[in-house]
C-alpha cells in the first residue's frame, strides 16, 4: 500500500485462541481508550463495530463473521476504534476492517485528507477518497487486492479496507470496481452520506503493489520468512497498525506455501501480565522470557481457510522484552513430504532468536 497506510487491528485478524486470550489478559481496563465516538452506543463493543455493524458488514462482504476483540477500548498502540470481520471460501479469503477515530486531532484529518494515490468521491462525509493496491484483473504477482476509503467527518477520521487474497485456481478475479461501490455504500449506510449521489471514481486496470511501512513488519522482511520456513513462494503482506501478517500463496495446500505467519506486538503490556511472565513451554534466547505452543484445528469453516483433510498446526511462541510483548505464529499446513511440526517449531525458534522488540 502507499506510505501512509495505517489500516487497523490486528486483533481483528488474530485467528488463533491463545493469541485472543493472551490480548484479552493485556487489554486496558474499561475507560482508558478514550472517549467514545459522539452519537455512539457506550457499552460493551467497539463505536467501529457500532458504526460498521455486522448486517451492513455482510451486505459488504458475503459471507463475513466477526473477527478479533470487539471492545470499547481502542486497540494499545492505535488512535482509532477498530472492528473487523473476514470471510472464507474455497476461493480464498476476504478480509472487511475498520478504524473510527474520534475525536481526531486536526493532525489526523490532515494526515486523512494528504492520502497518497486516493481519487476523490464525492457524496460521503467532508471528504472521502479511493485507493487501490495490489492484485487485479489478471495481475500475476500474487499481491492481494487491496480497496482502502478515508474519510473525514466533523471531527471523526473513517478507513475501510476490503482485502481479498489472490484467488484460486479457476476462481474470479477481484473486481475493484465492485469493492469500491460496496465500500462506499457502506460508509452510506453507515450515516456518512451527505444525502447526495456518490460518485465513485473507477478503478485502475493493475493496483499498486502492496507495501507497508508499518514498524511491526518491519522486525522481519518477507524474504527473511520465505528463507526461514524454506517456502518457494514469495509472502504477500498483510499490514494492520498494532500487527503484521505475511500469508504464502497456497493456503490449501500442505507444505511451507501454505502458511500464515503472524507479529503481533503489544508495548508496554507486560505489567499487564498476570503472574511472573508468559507460559509454557520455555524457550531460551528470545527476548527477557518466551514460551511455546502448539495446537491444532481441523480446517473447514471456523478456521478461515479453505477445507482439506489436513489439519492446520499453529505454532506459538510468546515473548517478553522489558516491558514489551510480542507473539509470533506460524500457522501452517504439515505436509507429511515436507518439514515436521518438530522441525517447523526449530525454524520459528531460529528465525526469532535475538529479534530486538
Do not use: H
Request: glycine residues 10%.
Amino acid at each position: 500500500m502507499p506510505s501512509r497506510q495505517s489500516p487497523p487491528v490486528r486483533p481483528a485478524v488474530t485467528l488463533m485462541a491463545m493469541l485472543v486470550l493472551l490480548l484479552t489478559s493485556c487489554a486496558a481496563p474499561a475507560g482508558q481508550g478514550g472517549p467514545a465516538p459522539s452519537g455512539a452506543s457506550i457499552g460493551t463493543t467497539s463505536p467501529a463495530c457500532d458504526l460498521i455493524t455486522p448486517e451492513i458488514a455482510a451486505k459488504t462482504v458475503p459471507g463475513v463473521i466477526p473477527v478479533g476483540q470487539n471492545t470499547p477500548d481502542r486497540p494499545m498502540g492505535s488512535k482509532a476504534y477498530s472492528c473487523g470481520y473476514m470471510s472464507k471460501s474455497d476461493q480464498g479469503m476476504t478480509d472487511l476492517s475498520v478504524a473510527l477515530t474520534s475525536p481526531a486531532s486536526d493532525a489526523d484529518i490532515a494526515k486523512a485528507k494528504s492520502t497518497s494515490d486516493c481519487s476523490p468521491v464525492t457524496g460521503i462525509g467532508d471528504f472521502a477518497c479511493l485507493q487501490w493496491t495490489g492484485y487485479f484483473r489478471g495481475e500475476t504477482s500474487g499481491a492481494s487486492a487491496n480497496t482502502v476509503l478515508t474519510a473525514v467527518r466533523g471531527n471523526e477520521t473513517l478507513e475501510l479496507i476490503y482485502l481479498a487474497s489472490p484467488p484460486s485456481a479457476g476462481a474470479g478475479i477481484p473486481d475493484g470496481d465492485a469493492m469500491a461501490r460496496a465500500l462506499a455504500q457502506a460508509a452510506v449506510d453507515a450515516g456518512w452520506g451527505t444525502g447526495t449521489a456518490l460518485n465513485i471514481p473507477a478503478a485502475p486496470t493493475v493496483g499498486a503493489p502492496t507495501t507497508t511501512n508499518n514498524p511491526v513488519c518491519a522486525l522481519f522482511t518477507p524474504e527473511k520468512v520465505r528463507q526461514a520456513f524454506g517456502a518457494k513462494a514469495p509472502p504477500q503482506v498483510l499490514p494492520r497498525e498494532v500487527s503484521c501478517r505475511y500469508t504464502f500463496g497456497e493456503l490449501g495446500t500442505p507444505g511451507p506455501d501454505s502458511m500464515i505467519f503472524s507479529i503481533e506486538l503489544l508495548k508496554g503490556a507486560a505489567s499487564a501480565l498476570p503472574g511472573p511472565g508468559v507460559r509454557g513451554e520455555a524457550v531460551d534466547g528470545i527476548g527477557d522470557s518466551a514460551s511455546f505452543s502448539m495446537t491444532t484445528e481441523p480446517a473447514g469453516p471456523k478456521s478461515l481457510r479453505p477445507a482439506g483433510d489436513v489439519p492446520i498446526t499453529i505454532l506459538s511462541i510468546s515473548a517478553v522484552r522489558g516491558q514489551n510483548i510480542a507473539t509470533f505464529v506460524a500457522q501452517v499446513l504439515i505436509s507429511p513430504a515436507g518439514p515436521t511440526a518438530a522441525q517447523t517449531k526449530d525454524q520459528l525458534i531460529a528465525l526469532l532468536r535475538g529479534v530486538e522488540f
